[in-house]
């Protein structure tokens, strides 16, 4: 089983410590699945700036294939935090720097290569949604985060595209999200999954509806958090056998990805590396 992030790479520059730390919900997602054994890889636009090369280097060093991903003269996409009281806080971001002004069709360059994974995953933030159309035919599963400040009908049109749908709902009521869960199923996912912060998460399939408590921990530092949910939960659900059907495959990839989230709760950045400045 192989997975795909494509679309979004960031540096999270933690200005209260001067150091840029890896991450992007496509680039996160590809990583994690690779800390979790499987294959994996991450498509998309680099900067020209060292941010980049620090990304790039670090993708290298964990075993990512970055082969395919292509380079714009232009800064990274930047997000800038800062903690207070122990919650991180963000503080501006630059949208993806150069990436929101380079096509993402060059994905389609190698179609061959696209076919041998089994997952590929992208975001709201991966400037991507022109593609999902044409993405979707080449791979078993896409999946999409459109975390957390989504227009609802656009997410909705959308959903056509989309085999598994994550949404981050932690401000909505259980009814409204339910009422979103069961309108992205109507719309054409196969799965539809809210994350709801301290109050887990819901997963509706269609026919039945399935909870998710998270681990209760002192939290280091709760960036890429949602990723590795994602994550934890697309290499389990792909690559379950669990006896029982798809339930207890449902309910054993979402117990792996509420585990993988706690875990990645303890590493300062989405998955460390930072580079000091």
């Known amino acids: 089983m192989r997975l795909i992030g494509i679309g979004d790479n960031t540096v999270d520059d933690y200005t209260h410590m001067r150091t840029l730390f890896p991450g992007g919900n496509a680039l996160n997602v ?8 499987c294959e994996s890889a991450y498509l998309g636009v680099f900067g020209s700036d060292t941010a980049a090369a620090h990304m790039q280097q670090t993708l290298a060093e964990l075993g990512v294939d970055n082969s395919r991903s292509c380079t714009a003269d232009g800064p990274s996409g930047r997000a800038t935090l800062i903690f207070e009281d122990g919650e991180r806080v963000f503080t501006g971001s630059n949208e993806g720097g150069i990436r929101k002004s380079v096509s993402m069709d060059f994905i389609f360059d190698d179609i061959d290569y696209l076919q041998t994974f ?19 035919p080449l791979v078993p599963t896409l999946s999409y985060d459109f975390s957390d400040d989504f227009d609802t009908e656009r997410a909705l049109s959308l959903c056509r595209y989309v085999d598994v749908a994550f949404f981050s709902c932690s401000a909505w009521t259980e009814a409204a999200t ?3 869960l069961k309108q992205a199923v109507s719309c054409g996912c196969a799965l539809a999954v809210a994350t709801r912060g301290p109050l887990g998460a819901i997963l509706f399939d269609g026919q039945a509806w399935f909870r998710q408590a998270p681990q209760a921990l002192a939290a280091k530092d709760t960036l890429g958090a949602g990723d590795a949910f994602i994550s934890g939960f697309l290499v389990t659900w792909a690559g379950s056998e669990a006896g029982g059907g798809p339930a207890a495959s449902i309910e054993q990839s979402l117990a792996r990805a509420a585990s993988l989230a706690a ?15």
């Open 178 to 180: 339910r009422d979103l």
């Open 118 to 136: 089994s997952i590929a995953h992208t975001s709201a933030y991966s400037y991507i949604d022109a593609q999902l159309e044409r993405l979707q």
């Open 263 to 277: 875990e990645v709760c303890q590493v300062q950045g989405a998955f460390g590396h930072g580079l000091r400045y």
């Open 30 to 37: 590809a990583v994690y699945a690779r800390q979790l054994g």
